[in-house]
């Protein structure tokens, strides 16, 4: 796509309230890949093949959860240049999310705040609109939590029925304990409980590889808001039970780079620029303690060429971008893409 097109159709969505913007672009993406007008303005992918988990990844970059929140949209996302899409987060039952406004721009930093809520229609109808993408063929994360309304100490249930209905439909299943949006969810990644609650979704995950002859990758997506001792301890536990992969990182409750922009002032998880440093220090720490035994996705503050390589660098295999997404425009994608092929040769 011309980078002049796309910075007349970001000005154009950027006078509108973020989420209003968010809903018409997707709209529009399942629209103009309907009349096949995407292929034409984005033209073939970049390819960059790797297999990571037992999958055969396309190219190295992919679209983190959040953005098709409805499971709606990857044939369009496909279209634009990404070797694989994570969509969701989706829960065992529709939830509205937190009330509205509940996104906000910092747009001189380059960052989104939002306060979601993940909000969602239900993995089974995300997982029915999965099932209708027609051109995609590159690989499929389905992002899974428990619902706002479940306690922590129930949550294993409502894990296990959101594997359960992604199962047939995912690549790879995106477990989801660090969204900073639901009230208490990030006390799940303290080791204990994490163990607990992965020990349970290891076990079905053997079950349900016998019953239908598929195995499905689980992958644990991760805060950056936590210590030295903490990566240390989930580190053992991501490896004692033998987790997939990992996702390194979610949002951050913090506001550094931030500081004295008005949305500041909002609850919320930060993503965009002033992410990357700290998203990637905890990458950098987790691929330390797991010493490549557990393959590693890099997300967070990736604004640039460079920020992708940065990630394979601190020891990702792969990346999402989600606000640099937004601010940068589809050209990030495939920028991204050249970048990390040629480091990746660069590096024999």
């Not at 299943?173 to 990030?186: E, G, Q, T, W």
């Not at 390589?309 to 792969?318: D, E, F, H, P, T």
Request: hydrophobic share 40%.
């Amino acid at each position: 796509m011309s980078p002049i097109l796309y910075k007349l159709a970001k000005k154009a969505l950027f006078q509108l309230d973020p989420e209003r913007a968010h809903t018409l672009t997707l709209s529009s993406l399942r629209a103009a890949e309907n009349m096949n007008i995407l292929s034409t303005l984005m033209g073939p992918p970049e390819n960059d093949p790797i297999e990571i988990m037992g999958l055969q990844f396309p190219n190295r970059v992919g679209l983190a959860a959040g953005m098709d929140k409805e499971a709606n949209c990857v044939d369009a996302f496909g279209r634009i240049g990404f070797g694989f899409v994570e969509v969701g987060t989706l829960t065992p039952k529709a939830q509205p999310g937190n009330p509205k406004p509940r996104v906000h721009r910092c747009i001189p930093q380059q960052a989104i705040i939002n306060y979601m809520g993940i909000n969602n229609p239900g993995i089974v109808e995300g997982m029915e609109n999965l099932s209708a993408r027609k051109s995609f063929r590159g690989v499929v994360g389905v992002n899974i939590s428990k619902n706002t309304s479940t306690a922590n100490e129930d949550a294993r249930a409502d894990y296990l029925y959101g594997l359960r209905a992604a199962w047939s439909y995912a690549d790879y299943i995106a477990i989801n304990f660090s969204c900073p949006n639901v009230k208490n969810l990030c006390n799940l990644l303290q080791a204990a409980p994490a163990a607990d609650l992965l020990a349970s979704l290891k076990s079905e995950q053997a079950n349900l590889s016998t019953e239908t002859g598929r195995y499905v990758p689980l992958v644990m997506k991760i805060s950056p808001d936590m210590g030295e001792g903490q990566i240390r301890e989930l580190s053992k536990v991501f490896i004692d039970c033998q987790l997939d992969g990992l996702i390194c990182t979610n949002t951050t409750t913090t506001r550094g780079g931030v500081e004295g922009h008005p949305a500041a002032q909002h609850s919320g998880g930060m993503s965009g620029k002033p992410l990357y440093d700290k998203s990637t220090e905890v990458l950098a720490a987790f691929a330390s303690e797991l010493g490549g035994s557990i393959p590693i996705i890099g997300v967070g503050g990736i604004n640039s060429p460079e920020d992708a390589v940065g990630k394979l660098k601190a020891g990702a295999s792969l990346v999402q971008l989600y606000s640099g997404f937004i601010y940068q425009g589809p050209n990030l994608v495939r920028e991204s893409v050249r970048a990390m092929r040629a480091y990746t040769e660069s590096q024999g």
